[in-house]
């Protein structure tokens, strides 16, 4: 069964340095998705992505982050200078766009020192 | 904008029913969605519901929606331990917009 991949599962990075976490989405999907989840908090929204552009993006997704679909498969977000409260699970996710499902990967785990 | 709210425990004994409830404020929402996430894990789609839809059923599952009053909920027949888990309810306005999720309910099965 297809699925979304991310990788790395687990980063651990310094304060201020730059992170790039990669996610594959299911190859005919269109729509491409990255969410956080704080420990123990609630799922948030950061940015959706249709034919090589954001489509939407919400008030975390500032300045410090930006993503990429730098070839026909990888989905990037990268983070410009980590701020401990980066720390997060950060979720990729994709649909179709015809059909309502969207579909996670397992998540990237970062952690800022 | 959306918001999506959910009790944020629940608590059942094993062999019984679990029945977990949301409400939504946007009343656009066309797409409701219920995810589970175990421990240290990502989340699954567990199921959908279109809003043009009363009740939908997989197995031991099954969503009502209420599009008066806003409400959702997921029944689960037969609780297992394995049930145990974060379920979060969420909603979309159309097949490509973002899913916005809910808090969270954390479920406890008790052999």
């Known amino acids: 069964e297809p699925e979304v991949t991310q990788t790395p599962s687990h980063q651990v990075t310094q304060m201020g340095q730059e992170v790039i976490l990669r996610c594959v989405p299911i190859?005919?999907?269109?729509?491409f998705y990255w969410y956080r989840q704080i420990l123990g908090q609630k799922v948030e929204f950061l940015v959706s992505f249709y034919n090589n552009e954001i489509s939407e993006k919400s008030e975390i997704f500032d300045d410090q982050f930006s993503v990429e679909r730098p070839d026909g498969s990888n989905f990037t977000l990268k983070i410009r200078s980590t701020k401990l409260e980066d720390s997060a699970m950060y979720f990729c996710?994709?649909?179709?766009?015809?059909?309502?499902?969207?579909?996670f990967g397992e998540g990237s785990r970062l952690t800022v020192l | 904008g959306e918001d999506v709210e959910q009790s944020l425990f629940l608590s059942v004994r094993e062999g019984d029913s679990s029945v977990i409830n949301c409400t939504y404020t946007d009343s656009s929402s066309t797409y409701l969605y219920w995810y589970k996430q175990e421990p240290g894990a990502g989340l699954q789609l567990l199921t959908y519901?279109?809003?043009?839809?009363d009740m939908k059923q997989d197995q031991r599952l099954t969503v009502l929606l209420n599009k008066k009053d806003k409400h959702l909920s997921l029944r689960i027949a037969d609780t297992q331990t394995g049930d145990s888990a974060i379920y979060f309810c969420a909603g979309s306005k159309t097949s490509y917009d973002k899913v916005i999720f809910g808090p969270g309910t954390s479920l406890s099965v008790i052999p």
């Open positions: 519901i279109f809003s043009n839809m």
């Open positions: 190859s005919n999907h269109l729509y």
């Open positions: 996710a994709s649909k179709t766009g015809s059909a309502g499902e969207l579909f």
